[in-house]
C-alpha cells in the first residue's frame, strides 16, 4: 500500500516499509510505508495550503462530497469487510456491521452541511454587532486505532471535513489497510487535492513530531490513555486542541430484579464482541448475591457455545496481534498468583491448520475477583472477564464509579427507582440499561477521568472540529470618538 499526499500515492521518503500480518494465520498480508518526518512535512503544508479553498467551498458543497463518499463505500462494501476480515481478524457479521456502522457515520455527518450556525450578538452600543462564526481549525490531525479501524477513520474524517478542515490521517500500524481503502473512497468521490492525506508509520516514530507541528490546528486521537498523555505533554508546543477517546473499564451490573436471559445475552456481547477488544467492553461484572448463582450458570453455558476459529465462520475471530496474546497470558498469571477461580477459558485455543499460528485466546471468565486486583483496575482489552458479589445499592456504587477510567457502564435491572439514580450517580460518559452497546452517531461518545477529553458524534461532536470566532463591527459611518484616550 502506499501513502496518499497531496494528491499522489507515493511511497514513503526513504522507500521503507513496515509488515503487516494476518491476525488469523501470523502471515504476511501487505507492506505499508515507514514514512519520515519529512512525509510528515509535506502531509502537513500540502493540508494547510488547501483548507481555505477547501473552507470557501462552502458545507452544502463539501456534504456532497462526503455524501458520495459514503455511496461509493455503499457500492464497494464487500471488499472493505473482506479488508476488515483479513487485516483484523473481524468476523463475519461483526466486519459487516463494522461497514453499517462507517455508512452510518457518514450520513449522519452529512447532514450536517445545512447545519453549521453562529449568533449575531448585539454590540454594547447602537449600531454595532458581533457576528460569532464557528470556523474550521485548520489543519486536523487523525490519529486511530486498529480495534475498530473502518469506523473510527470515518468517525473522525466525516465530522471534520464537512466542517472545512483539511486532514492527515494516520491510522494505526496494525491497521493500515482498511484505512487507506476509505480515503481512496474519499478521493475518488473528489475530495480536492491536498485535503485529504493518508501517512502510515509507527506512532512512536513519527506520533510525537506529528502532533507537535506548528501548522496543526486540532488532533483527534482514539487510542490508549498512555498515547494520550503523551499527546498532551507533546501539544503544549502548539496550543493545538485534543479530542481524545482513550481507554475504559466497563462495569456492568446485574441486579437482582434484572431479566437474567437478557443480562447475559448483553453481556457475551459486550465482552465477546470483537474478541474483548473494545473501549466499551464489560470489564467489571458486578452481579448481586442473590442471583448471582442462577445468572453465572446461564453466562457459563452461553459463553461455552461461543465458537472460537475462522473468522470467516466463528463467532468469535482472533486477537489483533500476538503481543496481544501475551498480554492475555499476563492476566492469567495475575489470576493464578492470586489464586482466582478461572470458571472458563484461560488459554490459547487448541486450532489446526494454519489458524495454529494465529492470534487467539478463549473466552475466559474469571470469579470472585477482588476489587483491587490488577484485573479489575487495568484495561484488559481481550476476551477475559472477572465477576464479583454484591449485597447492596451503596457497594455497588462504590465499586463501580472505582475506576480511573468513565466510558461506559451497563445496568441491568426492572427498578425504574434504580434506573434514574444510577443514571445520576455512576460517574460514566454512557450508561446502558437493560441493552447493550455500541453507541449511536447521534449520541455524545464521550468518557470521565482517563478516558480522555472532549467528545464524538452528536451536535456536540460536531461542535468540536469548529471554532467559535467573534467579528466586532461598527455599522453607523460616524466618526470614531475613543473617549478613554484624551483627544480622540
Ligand atoms: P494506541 O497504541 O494508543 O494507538 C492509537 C493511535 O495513536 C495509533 O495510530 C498509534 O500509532 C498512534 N500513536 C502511538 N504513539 C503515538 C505518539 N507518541 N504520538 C501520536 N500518536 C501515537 O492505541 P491502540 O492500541 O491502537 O488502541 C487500543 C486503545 O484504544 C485501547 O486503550 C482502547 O480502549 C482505546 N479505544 C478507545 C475508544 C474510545 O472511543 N474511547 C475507541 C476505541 C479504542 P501506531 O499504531 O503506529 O503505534
Given at each position: 500500500?502506499?501513502?496518499?499526499i497531496?494528491?499522489?500515492w507515493?511511497?514513503?521518503?526513504?522507500?521503507k516499509?513496515?509488515?503487516?500480518?494476518?491476525?488469523?494465520?501470523?502471515?504476511?498480508?501487505?507492506?505499508?510505508?515507514?514514512?519520515?518526518k519529512?512525509?510528515?512535512?509535506?502531509?502537513?503544508?500540502?493540508?494547510?495550503?488547501?483548507?481555505?479553498?477547501?473552507?470557501n467551498?462552502?458545507?452544502?458543497?463539501?456534504?456532497?462530497?462526503?455524501?458520495?463518499?459514503?455511496?461509493?463505500?455503499?457500492?464497494?462494501?464487500s471488499?472493505?469487510?473482506?479488508i476488515l476480515i483479513?487485516?483484523?481478524?473481524?468476523?463475519?457479521?461483526?466486519?459487516a456491521?463494522?461497514?453499517?456502522?462507517?455508512?452510518?457515520?457518514?450520513?449522519?455527518?452529512?447532514?450536517?452541511a445545512?447545519?453549521?450556525?453562529g449568533?449575531?450578538v448585539?454590540?454594547?452600543?447602537s449600531?454595532?454587532?458581533?457576528?460569532?462564526?464557528?470556523?474550521?481549525?485548520?489543519?486536523?490531525?487523525a490519529?486511530?486505532?486498529?480495534?475498530f479501524p473502518?469506523?473510527?477513520v470515518a468517525?473522525?474524517?466525516?465530522?471534520?471535513?464537512?466542517?472545512g478542515?483539511?486532514?492527515?490521517?494516520?491510522?494505526?500500524?496494525?491497521?493500515?489497510?482498511?484505512?487507506?481503502?476509505?480515503v481512496?473512497?474519499?478521493?475518488?468521490?473528489?475530495?480536492?487535492?491536498?485535503?485529504?492525506?493518508?501517512?502510515?508509520g509507527?506512532g512512536?516514530?513519527?506520533?510525537d513530531?506529528?502532533?507537535?507541528h506548528?501548522?496543526?490546528?486540532l488532533?483527534?486521537?482514539?487510542g490508549?490513555t498512555?498515547?494520550g498523555?503523551?499527546?498532551?505533554?507533546?501539544?503544549?508546543?502548539?496550543?493545538?486542541?485534543?479530542?481524545?477517546?482513550?481507554?475504559?473499564?466497563?462495569?456492568?451490573?446485574?441486579?437482582?430484579?434484572?431479566?437474567?436471559?437478557?443480562?447475559?445475552?448483553?453481556?457475551?456481547?459486550?465482552?465477546?464482541?470483537?474478541?474483548?477488544?473494545?473501549?466499551?467492553?464489560?470489564?467489571?461484572?458486578?452481579?448481586?448475591?442473590?442471583?448471582?448463582?442462577k445468572?453465572?450458570d446461564?453466562?457459563?453455558?452461553m459463553?461455552?457455545?461461543?465458537?472460537?476459529?475462522d473468522?470467516q465462520?466463528s463467532?468469535?475471530g482472533?486477537?489483533i496481534?500476538?503481543s496481544?496474546?501475551?498480554?492475555?497470558?499476563?492476566?492469567?498469571?495475575?489470576?493464578?498468583?492470586?489464586?482466582?477461580?478461572?470458571?472458563?477459558?484461560g488459554?490459547?485455543?487448541?486450532l489446526?491448520g494454519?489458524?495454529?499460528?494465529g492470534?487467539?485466546?478463549?473466552?475466559?471468565?474469571?470469579?470472585?475477583?477482588?476489587q483491587?486486583?490488577p484485573?479489575?483496575?487495568?484495561?484488559?482489552?481481550?476476551?477475559?472477564?472477572?465477576v464479583h458479589?454484591?449485597?447492596?445499592?451503596?457497594?455497588?456504587?462504590?465499586?463501580?464509579?472505582?475506576?480511573?477510567?468513565?466510558l461506559?457502564?451497563?445496568?441491568?435491572?426492572s427498578?425504574?427507582?434504580l434506573?434514574?439514580?444510577?443514571?445520576?450517580?455512576?460517574r460514566?460518559?454512557?450508561?446502558?440499561?437493560?441493552?447493550?452497546?455500541?453507541?449511536?452517531?447521534?449520541?455524545?461518545?464521550t468518557?470521565?477521568?482517563?478516558?480522555g477529553?472532549?467528545?464524538?458524534?452528536?451536535?456536540?461532536g460536531?461542535e468540536?472540529?469548529?471554532?467559535?470566532?467573534?467579528?466586532?463591527?461598527?455599522?453607523?459611518?460616524?466618526?470614531?470618538?475613543?473617549g478613554?484616550?484624551p483627544?480622540?
Amino acid at each position: 500500500m502506499k501513502n496518499y499526499i497531496d494528491g499522489q500515492w507515493v511511497d514513503s521518503s526513504n522507500g521503507k516499509t513496515l509488515d503487516k500480518l494476518n491476525p488469523s494465520t501470523g502471515e504476511l498480508l501487505d507492506k505499508f510505508p515507514a514514512s519520515t518526518k519529512d512525509d510528515v512535512d509535506r502531509a502537513i503544508d500540502a493540508a494547510e495550503s488547501s483548507y481555505e479553498a477547501w473552507y470557501n467551498m462552502g458545507s452544502v458543497a463539501r456534504g456532497k462530497i462526503i455524501r458520495e463518499a459514503g455511496d461509493r463505500i455503499k457500492a464497494a462494501r464487500s471488499e472493505l469487510e473482506n479488508i476488515l476480515i483479513k487485516e483484523c481478524g473481524k468476523v463475519k457479521v461483526q466486519a459487516a456491521e463494522e461497514v453499517d456502522g462507517v455508512l452510518d457515520q457518514i450520513y449522519y455527518y452529512s447532514e450536517f452541511a445545512r447545519k453549521i450556525t453562529g449568533d449575531i450578538v448585539e454590540g454594547t452600543t447602537s449600531k454595532r454587532k458581533i457576528f460569532q462564526y464557528k470556523v474550521p481549525h485548520g489543519v486536523v490531525v487523525a490519529l486511530t486505532p486498529w480495534n475498530f479501524p473502518a469506523a473510527m477513520v470515518a468517525r473522525k474524517l466525516a465530522p471534520a471535513l464537512l466542517t472545512g478542515n483539511s486532514v492527515v490521517i494516520k491510522p494505526s500500524s496494525d491497521t493500515p489497510l482498511t484505512a487507506e481503502w476509505i480515503v481512496r473512497k474519499f478521493v475518488e468521490a473528489g475530495i480536492p487535492k491536498g485535503v485529504l492525506n493518508l501517512i502510515t508509520g509507527k506512532g512512536s516514530e513519527i506520533g510525537d513530531y506529528i502532533v507537535a507541528h506548528r501548522k496543526v490546528g486540532l488532533i483527534t486521537m482514539t487510542g490508549s490513555t498512555e498515547t494520550g498523555q503523551r499527546i498532551i505533554k507533546n501539544t503544549s508546543a502548539n496550543m493545538a486542541k485534543t479530542i481524545l477517546e482513550l481507554g475504559g473499564k466497563a462495569p456492568f451490573i446485574v441486579w437482582k430484579d434484572a431479566d437474567l436471559e437478557n443480562a447475559a445475552r448483553a453481556l457475551i456481547w459486550a465482552k465477546f464482541w470483537n474478541a474483548g477488544q473494545s473501549c466499551i467492553a464489560a470489564e467489571r461484572v458486578y452481579v448481586h448475591s442473590e442471583v448471582k448463582k442462577k445468572f453465572m450458570d446461564i453466562f457459563l453455558k452461553m459463553t461455552g457455545e461461543i465458537k472460537v476459529g475462522d473468522p470467516q465462520d466463528s463467532a468469535m475471530g482472533p486477537l489483533i496481534n500476538k503481543s496481544a496474546v501475551e498480554n492475555m497470558n499476563s492476566f492469567m498469571a495475575k489470576a493464578r498468583e492470586e489464586k482466582l477461580q478461572i470458571v472458563a477459558g484461560g488459554k490459547t485455543p487448541d486450532l489446526s491448520g494454519k489458524l495454529k499460528n494465529g492470534f487467539f485466546f478463549e473466552p475466559t471468565i474469571i470469579d470472585n475477583v477482588p476489587q483491587n486486583s490488577p484485573l479489575f483496575q487495568e484495561e484488559i482489552f481481550g476476551p477475559v472477564v472477572g465477576v464479583h458479589e454484591v449485597k447492596d445499592r451503596e457497594e455497588m456504587f462504590k465499586l463501580a464509579n472505582d475506576s480511573k477510567y468513565g466510558l461506559a457502564s451497563y445496568l441491568f435491572t426492572s427498578d425504574m427507582n434504580l434506573v434514574y439514580e444510577a443514571s445520576e450517580r455512576i460517574r460514566f460518559g454512557e450508561v446502558y440499561v437493560n441493552m447493550p452497546g455500541p453507541e449511536a452517531s447521534q449520541g455524545y461518545h464521550t468518557g470521565f477521568r482517563m478516558t480522555g477529553q472532549a467528545g464524538e458524534g452528536s451536535k456536540y461532536g460536531i461542535e468540536e472540529y469548529l471554532k467559535l470566532k467573534n467579528v466586532y463591527v461598527d455599522y453607523s459611518g460616524e466618526k470614531l470618538k475613543i473617549g478613554t484616550v484624551p483627544g480622540f
